[in-house]
Structure formats: C-alpha cells, structure tokens
C-alpha cells in the first residue's frame, strides 16, 4: 500500500489472479450505487473489505466511539454470518420433519455454515484480521461437527496455533492481541456464568443481559490493549457498542446475507435497503458518541514489559484452578505500576535530523511547524499529547533556552561555521559537517552521517547523563537499513 502525488495510470487491464479483486470491487461499487453516502461506504466495507469510500470525518468518529472494530471483517462479522447461516438452516431443517429426523441437520448446518465463512473469506480480501477469524470461526464449527464444545478455552488456543502458524509474526500485532484477548475473557465469564448457574433474570430479559455482559467483557478486555497500540481509550466505547452491537447480529448481517443471496434476481435493493437503516443508526451513534466531552483519552506508550505481564495475570486468573488464581492479580499490578512510571525520552531526533522533539513542561516541542508530519504524529500520541505539530512547535522557543540539553544547527551554511557545544550535552546538525568535529568538543554530535548509522535516536535522562538508544539497536540489521547487507 502507498500513495501517488499524481493520478496512477492503468498500463494494462488486470488479468489472472486479479478475477477476484475485479469482483470484489464490482460488488463495492454496486452496493454503493444502491445504498447512497456513507451509509453505502460502511456496507462495502463490512461486505467486500474495501473501505475506500469512507470519509475521514467518519473513520475518526469510529474510533473515538470505540466501534471502528465494526469495520474490519473480523471476528464479529465473521461470527455473525456463520452463526446466521447456521441458525437459519438448523432452523429449516427442523421445519421439514422428514430432513430433519432422517440427517444430521446440526451437522450438515456447520458444514454449510464453514463453506458460507470461507466465502466471505474469499469475497473480503483475505486480509490478515480475516484470516484470524475465519480460523476460530471454523474451530468451532468443525468442534460441532466433532460433537464437541465449541466455544472453550481448548478450542481458542487452537485457534491460536493454527493462525501462529500461518502467521508467526501477528503475535505482535493489535489484532491478534485484542481479538484472543476478548475471545478468552469471553469464553471465560460465560463458562463460568454457566458452570455457576448464575440466573441472568427472566427470558425475555436474558438476550439484553447477554449482550451487556459481552460488551463489557469484550470491552474491559481489549481495552488496555488497544490503549498501549493506540495511545487512546474511548471512555464511552461500552455505550456505543451497546446501541450498536445488536444492531450488526440482528438486522445488518442478516440483511448482508440476504443481499447476496438475492443479488442474482436483482432483488439485493430490497436487503440492502434494511441493511441501511442499521447502519445509518450505527453511524449516528458514533458521531453523536463521539462528539460527547471527554470521548477520547490519550495515554502514553507503555514500556515493554506492561503487556506481557498483563497477558500473564490475566491468564493466571482464567487458566489456574481455585483460590490460587488471585496470584494473576499480582502480574497485573505491577503492569499497571511499570506503566504509570514508564519514562519518556526526553529528545526524539528522526533518522535523518529534519525532525527534532524535545520535552518540556508543556509537552513535547518540535522544531519544525510542517513536515514529517506522520513522525511527529507518532511522537506525540506516544506522549499522550492531543496536541498537533504546529501547537508542538509553538513551544520551541521556550525548549531553546540557556540551559537546554541540545543544541540544534540547522541547513549549510551553519555547519560550516566553527562547531561549539555552548553547554549543551548534545549538538544535532540537520547537515553534515564539512570537516569532522573537533577532539573533546566536550558533547554529543549527531549528524545525518551518524543517524545512517544508528537510526532514529531517543535520548532518556539517566544518573550518568543523557542514555542514547538508536533504532537500530531495536530492530536488528535488516537488509533494507543496513549498507553492507545491501551489498
């Protein structure tokens, strides 16, 4: 994926393996000319995976209200149309008495069910959040055909090694995290709920219960996950899942089922019509969500050790028998105490100098008002600032003083002046110099030349003076970053 400041010009029409994207995109564009606006760009999306037509004002609104997960094909979505497609001919078997008493109608139905999800998989691009779920959807539905549990802790792990083994490197992603995080805690509380035989008030009360309870649980969950990811916890992301959630099971993906069945009798307008009705709903909610005060809560980018001791407490709850699994709550303290104390750099420098952040009381000052704008972007919200780059370079004045760490020369003409520390611990060019810094300049020099070396540089106080950290040292040698490998 990229971007082009000029039009892209199609040299030849798409052939071979392209026969299914050409499909894709067709469905995307039919969809949206019977469903008009952004009401249209959503059920292409949750359709087809292609969110191209979505606005900006629309993607944001999500995110803040917590229910951007409502837009990539993932577990919801794929759990839903196995679980409709399932319901519906468990249902139809059992109506025709003489199918339903002769074959395997609960058997038969998570076969077709499976076929169902893996042409989803197919018509949704395949993405890697898909191909996460289609793996648990058809765990469970091969469990049913096993005339085993479905939904257990036993079967998501092996959900868990099957998707690892297609994909070793989604453990360090946000959507296999979130997505294991919400199906364990998930499976947990209701097994325990039904293990308990804990009442969940009269019938006509128990699905509202249900749903309630997914969503917190769910919620509570990923939330921490997603807040160390994306710097960002959406205060009221349990409301708007609540209005919203339901909404998906109950008319918008049975509707998107229907759509697709009809589609071949040009009668798709009729599903697609109610399918708009719950999205424009689930839209609402989320821009009037999103609008509420304190929607958004920035945090700041936990340390390396906050996750992992979280992913442990939690297990240690859910895994260990008895009055011994309150030991997890210990991990997980301490996760919280590590994260609270987490230090922040306390000067940023970008891998090729254009880029200076440095902290001060207000937060973070940058150097330049324009300009590696997604950089400056990720240091900020790692900060937890809800500041922008100009309101970040406002405060560059006052990180300049007297008494400040670092020095910063910028352009030619100032690197061929006489190289002077003037106090400072470390002195940045934007160029390299036109002879090497003098012997015992008495501080740091950090040029072009070294960041090629080193990478992107975070400067932490430390007892002994300012620790340097290159991105480097993070990453490894990569063929792409390393010059000698590239020859």
Not at 210 to 226: F, K, N, R
């Amino acid at each position: 994926m990229g971007y082009t400041r000029t039009p892209v010009l199609a040299i030849a029409p798409a052939q071979g393996a392209q026969r299914l994207f050409r499909a894709r995109m067709a469905l995307s564009a039919h969809v949206q000319a019977r469903l008009a606006g952004q009401e249209g760009a959503f059920a292409a999306a949750i359709m087809t995976g292609d969110r191209s037509g979505l606005d900006q004002d629309t993607l944001a609104a999500m995110r803040v209200s917590n229910l951007a997960h409502l837009l990539a094909i993932s577990g919801l979505h794929m759990g839903l149309l196995a679980g409709f497609v399932f319901a519906a001919f468990r249902l139809g078997f059992a109506a025709i008495p003489g199918l339903g008493l002769r074959l395997p109608g609960k058997k038969i139905s998570a076969v077709l069910a499976l076929a169902a999800a893996a042409a989803y998989l197919g018509l949704s691009g395949g993405n890697v959040a898909t191909e996460r779920a289609f793996v648990m959807v058809a765990v469970m539905l091969v469990a049913v055909m096993l005339d085993r549990r479905a939904l257990s802790l036993r079967a998501v792990a092996v959900a868990a090694i099957i998707v690892l083994c297609l994909r070793p490197e989604a453990l360090m992603g946000p959507g296999f995290q979130m997505s294991f995080a919400a199906t364990v805690a998930l499976v947990a509380v209701f097994g325990w709920l039904r293990d308990a035989q804990v009442a969940l008030g009269p019938r006509w009360l128990r699905p509202a219960l249900t749903v309630v309870i997914s969503s917190a649980v769910a919620g509570a969950a990923t939330a921490p996950v997603g807040a160390a990811h994306f710097n960002q916890f959406a205060q009221y992301g349990l409301i708007a899942n609540l209005a919203s959630v339901p909404l998906m099971g109950v008319l918008v993906m049975p509707s998107a089922v229907l759509a697709a069945c009809l589609l071949p009798l040009g009668l798709d307008w009729i599903a697609l019509w109610a399918m708009g009705l719950g999205l424009r709903w689930i839209l609402a909610v989320s821009a009037w969500v999103a609008d509420l005060d304190g929607a958004r809560v920035l945090v700041s980018a936990p340390g390396p050790v906050v996750l992992p001791l979280l992913a442990i407490g939690a297990l240690l709850i859910v895994l260990w028998r008895g009055d011994g699994r309150a030991v997890g709550v210990i991990p997980m303290g301490l996760a919280v105490w590590f994260w609270t104390g987490t230090a922040r750099p306390v000067i940023l420098i970008s891998e090729t100098a254009s880029l200076v952040g440095v902290m001060t009381d207000q937060g973070r000052a940058l150097n330049k008002p324009r300009g590696g704008g997604f950089v400056a972007q990720n240091w900020l919200e790692n900060d937890g600032d809800a500041a922008d780059q100009e309101t970040a370079f406002a405060r560059w004045p006052g990180a300049m003083s007297d008494e400040s760490a670092i020095r910063l020369i910028e352009g030619k003409a100032a690197a061929r002046h006489a190289l002077k520390c003037e106090g400072a611990k470390v002195l940045v060019m934007t160029t390299d110099p036109e002879t090497a810094p003098p012997a015992g300049l008495g501080c740091d020099v950090i040029t072009p030349a070294t960041l090629r070396a080193t990478g992107a540089l975070a400067l932490y106080d430390s007892e002994t003076g300012l620790r340097i950290i290159g991105a480097r040292e993070i990453t490894g040698e990569r063929i792409w970053n390393s010059p000698h490998l590239r020859q």
